[in-house]
């Protein structure tokens, strides 16, 4: 697939859920692809991309930054604290907000850095106990905490069980947000983002499907 093949099911799907064009936004993982993918999805004009380990963003994101304006760059996998500074400078946003001690960290580096990316509290939809995020009977508590230490959270995130329907996890995420007055929903990926749009993502974590399969780790 390629990135324009993305796009144009991305118009269908926001069509279909009579949603205006353009109220999704894409985001391009490109966690272990080759600069070379990376660069011909740069070169079509494309600007918003993802990461989901900061070790990897700091080692390819810098040098782009240099050559290409107006990139936005998105973590979206797990943060350790010790790290958070370091994601904080590379990325525009977080989508990986999951419990207190991380939200408490982000808050003292905002005061000190004087700027915060925008951030998404993840939710462990599907209680996986292997999967990060607080649980739906965590998140709205959580979310005021994060509030009351100034924090942007702009929205939440969901990675749905592999095997289960993901339009139950869309929908259920969609109603604890509504619930806590948040407008971002960062949900679906390469399998299943045109049902997310239709559950009401605002942005969408699409990786092999445009880029091809990824590197084995
Ligand atoms: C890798 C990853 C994606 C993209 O997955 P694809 O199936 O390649 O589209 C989306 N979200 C998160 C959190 C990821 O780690």
């Known amino acids: 697939m ?17 949603r205006p064009e353009g109220a999704v936004t894409l985001i391009a993982v490109s966690k272990q692809q080759p600069d070379a993918r990376v660069e011909a999805v740069l070169k079509d004009g494309h600007r918003v991309f993802g990461e989901n380990r900061v070790q990897e963003a700091a080692g390819k994101w810098p040098a782009f930054r240099e050559r290409y304006d107006g990139i ?5 996998g797990p943060l350790q604290t010790n790290k958070a500074r370091q994601a904080m ?34 939710v462990n939809t599907g209680e996986e106990p292997q ?14 905490e994060c509030r009351a230490m100034d924090l942007p959270v702009r ?30 929903l960062s949900m679906g990926m390469s399998d299943d983002f045109e049902q ?22």
């Open 2 to 18: 390629s990135l324009s093949e993305i796009r144009t099911r991305l118009t269908a799907a926001e069509r279909r859920a009579g």
């Open 131 to 144: 999967k990060a995020g607080v649980t739906p009977a965590e998140a709205d508590a959580f979310v005021a």
């Open 89 to 122: 400078e590379l990325c525009d946003a977080i989508h990986s907000l999951d419990r207190p001690k991380l939200a408490a960290t982000i808050a003292r580096l905002a005061q000190d850095m004087g700027r915060c990316p925008g951030l998404f509290v993840q």
């Open 155 to 184: 929205g939440l995130m969901c990675i749905p069980p592999v095997d289960e329907e993901p339009t139950l996890h869309f929908a259920l995420l969609a109603k604890i947000a509504a619930r806590n007055g948040l407008q971002g």
């Open 196 to 217: 997310a749009v239709m559950q009401g993502a605002t942005h969408v974590r699409v990786g092999s499907a445009i880029f091809g399969s990824r590197a084995a780790v």
């Open 72 to 76: 936005e760059l998105h973590l979206i």
